[in-house]
């Protein structure tokens, strides 16, 4: 398969070893037929909801953050809020409707803080965040929540 941009030229496609799988999220399951297609165009793009960030929480991305593999959130304040330490696990849900699979771990260090692991390495990869990058996490309501959201931030 070729791609061309809108000026006729070859675009490369990225290889990826291993090939990368996307999940979507699917919250609104009665606007799709019982073949997965959505019965009205507007429904095919996603975007986030406002209701998705009741709770929210900004961070600036440090070094660790982006290469060791793991997000560390403060777990005073939106940590003890949204989070249990029983959770072991949630999906966090990019601006593009992709759904990542994500760890969570609360370690007591000097600070208590959750250590989010699983596909977060992955988000940062591709979506090429680096030091600096600001990320804004959601969670609908107080209490257990198994979906995140995560956007991005623009200044």
């Not at 919250?27 to 429904?43: C, K, M, V």
Request: hydrophobic residues 35%; glycine residues 8%.
């Amino acid at each position: 398969m070729r791609l061309k941009d809108r000026f006729g030229k070859d675009v490369v496609v990225p290889n990826y070893n291993p090939p990368r799988k996307y999940t979507l999220h699917r919250e609104d399951s009665q606007n799709h037929n019982i073949f997965g297609l959505a019965r009205f165009r507007e429904t095919l793009s996603y975007h986030h909801e406002n209701g998705y960030f009741q709770h929210a929480f900004v961070k600036w991305l440090d070094v660790s953050d982006v290469t060791s593999g793991y997000l560390a959130i403060s777990f005073n304040g939106f940590g003890e809020l949204v989070m249990t330490s029983d959770c072991t696990e949630f999906s966090l849900v990019d601006d593009s409707g992709h759904k990542w699979l994500c760890t969570v771990d609360l370690v007591f260090d000097s600070i208590k803080y959750f250590k989010i692991g699983g596909q977060w390495q992955n988000f940062c990869e591709c979506r090429s965040l680096c030091e600096g990058t600001i990320i804004k996490i959601g969670a609908p309501k107080l209490g257990i929540n198994r979906i995140f959201y995560i956007t991005l931030k623009v200044l």
